[in-house]
C-alpha cells in the first residue's frame, strides 16, 4: 500500500466528506513513478494530453491540441532564432526517383528508409516519387537554378515540415518516428568549404541557446566518421541525456562540403569570373526536442514546463469560501490585468474542487498557480505556488513585475535542478571495464586514441555507442583504452535512444 492510500484510509475513518474527496484525488494522481521512466514517459504523453499514441499507423502519432500549443511555443523560438539571417521556405513531400538517387553515398545512408508513392490513383507512374526523409535531394536541384553569383551567396534558408522514415527499430512517440511531424531543416549555401565550417559553429550556438532557453543541458561532439551523415564531411550532435542515463540526438549540423554541389552541380561565378563549386551545410531538429523537454523536467505529478513555452503560464484557482462574489470578482480583475501584461493566464472557475484543479494543472506542467482566497483578499495578497514547489504569498500590488521575477527564478531553478542531474550521469573513465560499468549509468568519457579501429573496438566491448569527441574542451594527455596510445582525445560513450 503506497503511503497515499494509507493516507487518506486513515482520514476517512474521521467521516469528513471532503477527506473522502481527497481519497479520490489521491486515485487520480498516480503516474508510474519516474524511475521506471519508459511508463512514466507514455503514461504522461496521454495524460497530459500532448501525444495521442492510438493512431492505427506504427510510429505515426497525433498531437493533442494542449501538445501542438506547447510545440508551437517551442517552434516559436527556433523561428525567433533563425529568422534574423535565414528565410523560412516550403518545398514538396514527394521528390522524383531520378533526382533522389543521384547522389550515391546519401542513397547508401536513406535506401532503406525511404517510402515510394508508386502509382496515382490505378495508374502506375513513370516515375517513383520518394517521400523526403529530408530534403537535400528535392531542394539542391532548384539551389542549381537559383544560384548564379557570389552575390546570392550565402544562402540560408530553413522549412519546418513533415518528413517520413521507415524506422526498423522500436519506435515511440517525439522520439523515434515515421512521420517526423516537426522537422525543421535548414539549409545553407556557401562560397568557400571555411565559410560552411563557420556556418556549422553557428548552428551550433544558435541550438545552444535554444536548449538554454529550454531550461536543458546537453553534449556537444563531433560523431565519429562511421556515424556521419550520409553525404556529409562531418557532423556535429547535440545530445542530451535522458532520465534513465541514456542519451537522446536532439539536434544535428552537418558539413556536407562541396558532395552534393557536385551531384546537383551547384556552382557560383566568383568575382574573377571563374565557375566555383559552392561548399553547403545542413541543419536539423525534429519533435525530439520537446520529449526532451518533458522528460527532463517532469516528474510524478506530471508535466513541468518553462515559463517560456507553457501554453497557460498561470492560472488563478478562486477559492470559493465566505464571500465568494467578492473572491470571483477580485479573481476576475486579477485575470485581466496579467492578460494585459501579455501573460498566458487562465481562471479556473469549473466546479471541481480546488485540489483537484490544482492537481489538473500540475499535470499540464503550469508554472504559477495563484490562488486567490477572502483571507488573501483581506491581506491584499494572492497565495503563489510554483511548479518546482515554491510557495509563497505576494502583494497583489506589483504582482505583474512578481510573477516575471518568479518566472525568471523558475527557469533559473530549473535549469540547475536538471544540471546537476546531467553532471551526475557523466563520468570519465580510463579502461573498457569502466567505461561499460559507466554506460550503463549514463556518459563515459573515454580516452580514444581517434583511430577508426580502435573506436570500432570500444564499441563492441563496451557495447554502447560512440558519441564522439567533446567539442568546446580540452583534456590532459591519457592513454586510448583500446591500444595505450597517449593523446589529448576522448569520446563520449553511452546507450543511446
Ligand atoms: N538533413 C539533415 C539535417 S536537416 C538531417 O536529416 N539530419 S538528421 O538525419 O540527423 O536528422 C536531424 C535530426 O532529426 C536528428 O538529429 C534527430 O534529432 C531527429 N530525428 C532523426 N530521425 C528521427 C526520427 N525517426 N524521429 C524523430 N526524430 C528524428
Ligand atoms: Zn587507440
Given at each position: 500500500m503506497t503511503d497515499s492510500n494509507k493516507d487518506s484510509r486513515a482520514k476517512s475513518k474521521t467521516g469528513c466528506k471532503t477527506e473522502s474527496k481527497k481519497a479520490k484525488d489521491d486515485k487520480l494522481?498516480?503516474?508510474?513513478?519516474?524511475?521506471s521512466f519508459s511508463e512514466w514517459y507514455h503514461e504522461l504523453l496521454m495524460t497530459a494530453e500532448i501525444?495521442?499514441?492510438?493512431?492505427?499507423?506504427?510510429g505515426m502519432c497525433v498531437w493533442f491540441p494542449f501538445g501542438f500549443a506547447i510545440k508551437k511555443n517551442v517552434y516559436g523560438i527556433i523561428r525567433e532564432l533563425l529568422d534574423p539571417d535565414h528565410q523560412e521556405t516550403q518545398f514538396p513531400l514527394m521528390i522524383p526517383e531520378n533526382e533522389f538517387m543521384k547522389e550515391a553515398q546519401h542513397i547508401k545512408g536513406f535506401e532503406d528508409e525511404v517510402y515510394w508513392v508508386t502509382c496515382g490513383g490505378t495508374t502506375p507512374l513513370d516515375i517513383k516519387l520518394a517521400l523526403r526523409p529530408t530534403s537535400e535531394t528535392a531542394i539542391y536541384p532548384m539551389f542549381k537554378l537559383w544560384?548564379?553569383?557570389?552575390?546570392?551567396?550565402p544562402l540560408r534558408i530553413y522549412q519546418i515540415v513533415n518528413t517520413f522514415r521507415y524506422e526498423t527499430k522500436h519506435t515511440r512517440p517525439l522520439i523515434r518516428l515515421r512521420e517526423i511531424t516537426s522537422f525543421k531543416e535548414a539549409h545553407t549555401v556557401h562560397a568557400t568549404w571555411e565559410d560552411a565550417a563557420e556556418q556549422v559553429e553557428t548552428a551550433i550556438k544558435r541550438y545552444s541557446e535554444f536548449y538554454s532557453r529550454l531550461a536543458l543541458p546537453f553534449l556537444v561532439s563531433r560523431r565519429p566518421s562511421w556515424d556521419?551523415?550520409?553525404?556529409?564531411d562531418y557532423t556535429t550532435a547535440i545530445d542530451v541525456i535522458m532520465p534513465d542515463g541514456r542519451t537522446l540526438q536532439v539536434g544535428t549540423a552537418h558539413h556536407l562540403g562541396s558532395t552534393f554541389a557536385k551531384t546537383y552541380e551547384i556552382t557560383y561565378e566568383a568575382e574573377n569570373g571563374e565557375q566555383k563549386l559552392v561548399s553547403q551545410t545542413c541543419y536539423g531538429i525534429s519533435e525530439r526536442c520537446i520529449a526532451a523537454l518533458i522528460s527532463v523536467h517532469g516528474d510524478e505529478k506530471g508535466l513541468v514546463l518553462p515559463w517560456e513555452v507553457a501554453p497557460t503560464q498561470i492560472v488563478i484557482v478562486p477559492i470559493?469560501?465566505?464571500?465568494k462574489e467578492k473572491v470571483l470578482a477580485v479573481s476576475r480583475e486579477l485575470q485581466s490585468r496579467l492578460a494585459a501584461a501579455k501573460m498566458r493566464v487562465l481562471l479556473d472557475i469549473s466546479d471541481e474542487r480546488p485540489g483537484a484543479k490544482f492537481y489538473k494543472w500540475e499535470m499540464k506542467g503550469v508554472p504559477i498557480r495563484l490562488e486567490v482566497g477572502p483571507r488573501d483578499i483581506e491581506k491584499g495578497v494572492v497565495t503563489l505556488a510554483r511548479r518546482d514547489g515554491t510557495k509563497k504569498a505576494v502583494p497583489m500590488d506589483g504582482l505583474e513585475e512578481a510573477l516575471l521575477g518568479e518566472a525568471s527564478e523558475l527557469q533559473t531553478a530549473l535549469y540547475s535542478k536538471a544540471r546537476q542531474k546531467h553532471e551526475a550521469r557523466v563520468k570519465e573513465v580510463s579502461s573498457i571495464d569502466e567505461a561499460k560499468a559507466q554506460t550503463l549509468e549514463g556518459v563515459a568519457l573515454v580516452p580514444w586514441c581517434g583511430e577508426v579501429d580502435c573506436g570500432h573496438e570500444l564499441e563492441n566491448q563496451v557495447e554502447a555507442n560512440m558519441l564522439g569527441e567533446p567539442q568546446y574542451v580540452s583534456f590532459p594527455e591519457a592513454a586510448c583504452a583500446v591500444c595505450g596510445k597517449v593523446s589529448r582525445n576522448r569520446t563520449y560513450m553511452a546507450r543511446q535512444y
Open positions: 494522481a498516480k503516474l508510474p513513478p519516474k524511475e501525444i495521442d499514441n492510438r493512431y492505427p499507423v506504427k544560384i548564379r553569383s557570389h552575390a546570392d551567396l556521419k551523415f550520409p553525404g556529409a470559493l469560501l465566505g464571500d
